[in-house]
């Protein structure tokens, strides 16, 4: 099966239905584990976006959130978000089939910050001087919540054995 090909017909049946134009296909030995188009316009969820849709699927089929062993192919170039929760899944591979550069023209996207030519950008600056209205609200007893953690933990990880 041509994977990339099915991750384009996904994504193609989603603009059909009202959907955006993005889908995600995870593969593992060689067969689909799971697949998802982008349901932010379906749902209402600025975050069901396909990769974190298919991530969170196949991590429940598995019963692990670890998606090591997979390859996962996307229609365009992770957004950060996405990019984010891959780097978490750790799949052996991405395999992205357009880049922002090559669908920016064709794309338009209606968010108060957001603009594809000045998005990816914000996350390289300092939380003060981004876009998005951000203020740093220092509190001790939330730093409390991570040495409760460590203290119920032993201070070791709570995944006893993390795959290759």
Partial sequence: MDFAQHTIDLANGNVEN???????????????????????????????????????????????????????YVL??????CLGALYYCSPDRVVFLTTRDQYEDYYVDDRK??????????????????????????RDAAVEVYRHWNECNDGERRAVEVPE
């Fill in 18 to 72: 009202g959907g955006r134009p993005f889908a995600t296909v995870i593969v593992k030995d060689g067969e689909i584990l799971c697949e998802s188009p982008n349901l932010v316009e379906q749902t209402g969820d600025p975050t069901a976006h396909a990769e974190v849709v298919a991530i969170r699927q196949a991590c429940a089929m598995l019963g692990t959130e670890h998606l090591v062993g997979t390859t996962i």
């Fill in 76 to 81: 365009a170039e992770p957004c950060p978000m």
């Fill in 113 to 138: 910050y957001f603009e594809l030519s000045t998005f990816y950008g914000e996350f390289g600056k300092s939380w003060d001087e981004r876009r998005l209205p951000m203020e740093y609200d220092q």
